[in-house]
């Protein structure tokens, strides 16, 4: 079943239209990454998905119009829009009586087991945790909220490595099944390749590519050309080159392993080259 | 409407904004503390009373201070700091989140304010009590003070006036508070200024200043019943203020600015 079925998303901002034209379609169990460059549209993406702001066009999410009907959509999607929403002011066993009070999917002792494994105390108010301690308390409610969709955006904007490891480690051993879906936008594209099941584009308000990860894998390949196979290697139109170390490398889509493998070392490409790629033919963003 | 929702949005306004309680808490204390200084001097049951006037009085004005100063940071203050991106994350509506804010000024404040009065009062008089059977004097002058009728009176003004009949000036409160980018404080009380001094400047007429001047002072000048003085009475005719076209038209005021907060609520962004 769909999870999120959107078409024809657009919201302008002024002259600018942040999405021009959206058509995404996310299924059940799937881990999504939205990746673009700053200003592509991601995050008005998310808060439309999230009924945080209005837009033209067809979006439903779990069946839903998310616009009309945000509350009750919020007992099945949880979202993490930004490292520093928590009120600073609140104390953790505050977050945790409110939540239990308010929300009728979150679970205080799946909580309260999460926080248990970090050095955050119950009497204490967000405002005196650090950076990384706030993003593990966030996690730790949206994770013991028995949602069906989780929304993150840029969840570990800020953190350091060892965080944001263990913040997609415990999402994948800790949270995800096959009744969840995720759909996550971050810069760091690099660190959730293996995380996802599909990837999608999006640059100045359009999706400009969608695929899964396995198709991903099978379609698109690298290869490093010889200097003298350079010319028989551009006939395969590969859809972008770069140079390293002086030699060439070229991504090519759809192109017989075999085949490229005699004109030179073939290897996967990463998730960042192929962004690259597709980001350069489109042209970055004004 | 969910009911469990509205009451823990009631209770985390009240995690937030403990001046809620601590304002008047503390007024009440200097009071009581001031009030048994000045008894030991000259302890007259007239004394007494205008001392429980005097509480009554400024826990009310200071209760309404609290009232302002909150409504107009309700909605501009979670948008500053970008929480309301989170509290939107929770299952509670637009309509909820604002009700519960609404119910701050008109409900708590004006429970806070009752209890602490009464409580502060009882203190104050078994203070002075205690005060004059341990100097050998009869206390019993002070316990036939018209009690109830002071209560009473001062339970009918926080009603009609402090909750009901300032609903619109919330409600407006509410509203600025929703839509300000900066200043609400400014924001809230700049134009209904500038309506004031144009109206004066154009039409030569103080309409609108008389009328602001009226809701404020709780629109009971033209009630005979009303006592004098600082005392507050029970009114002859209680359910009199009901008939007056001021408070509903103050309701509908109210109504739609609530509404109106509602809806900025769903579509304005963080600051």
Known sequence: ?286 | MNYGALLWSVRRELWENRSIYLAPLIVAAVIALASFGAVRHNLQPATMASHDAIVAGALMGTTLLVAIFYCLDALYGERRDRSVLFWKSMPVSDWTAVLSKMAVPMIVLPVITFVLTIVTQLIMLLAASAYLSAHGRSAAALWQLPWLQMTSGMLYHLVTVHSLYYAPLFGWLLLVSAWAKRQPFLWAFLPLAAIGVIEKIVFNTTHFAVMLGSRLSGGMDADPAKGSGMMMLWPSHPFEFLTRPGLWIGFALAAICVAIAVRLRRYRDPI
């Open chain 1, 1 to 286: 079943m769909a999870v999120i079925e959107a078409r024809g998303i657009r919201k302008a901002f002024g002259t600018t239209m942040a999405l021009d034209g959206v058509d995404l379609g996310v299924e059940e169990g799937r881990i999504v990454g939205l990746i673009g460059p700053n200003g592509a549209g991601k995050t008005t993406a998310l808060n439309a998905i999230l009924g945080l702001t209005p837009y033209q066009g067809q979006l439903t999410v779990l069946g839903r119009d998310p616009w009309t009907a945000r509350a009750q959509l919020m007992r099945d999607v949880a979202y993490i829009a930004d490292v520093a929403v928590l009120p600073r002011w609140i104390r953790v066993s505050q977050l945790l009586d409110y939540a239990g009070g308010v929300h009728p999917r979150f679970d205080r002792d799946k909580a309260e087991g999460f926080l248990a494994r970090t050095a955050i105390k119950h009497n204490a108010r967000v405002r005196e945790l650090s950076k990384g301690m706030v993003t593990q308390l966030h996690l730790a409610l949206v994770m013991a909220v028995d949602a069906r969709l989780l929304v993150l955006d840029e969840p570990t904007l800020g953190l350091d490595i060892l965080y944001r490891k263990r913040f997609y480690d415990a999402l994948l051993n800790d949270y995800f099944d096959q009744s969840r879906t995720i759909l996550v936008t971050t810069h760091q594209v690099e660190e959730i390749q293996d995380v996802l099941t599909d990837v999608v584009f999006i640059n100045r308000g359009r999706i400009v590519f969608a695929s899964s990860m396995e198709q991903f894998e099978s379609r698109y390949l690298e290869v490093v050309v010889r200097p003298d196979r350079l010319a028989a290697a551009r006939a395969l139109r590969p859809i972008h080159e770069r140079q390293m170390l002086g030699k060439s490398i070229l991504l090519v889509e759809g192109a017989d392993r075999e085949q490229l493998a005699a004109l030179g070392e073939v290897r996967k490409p990463s998730l960042a080259d192929l962004f690259v790629a597709v980001m350069e033919t489109q042209g970055a963003p004004p």
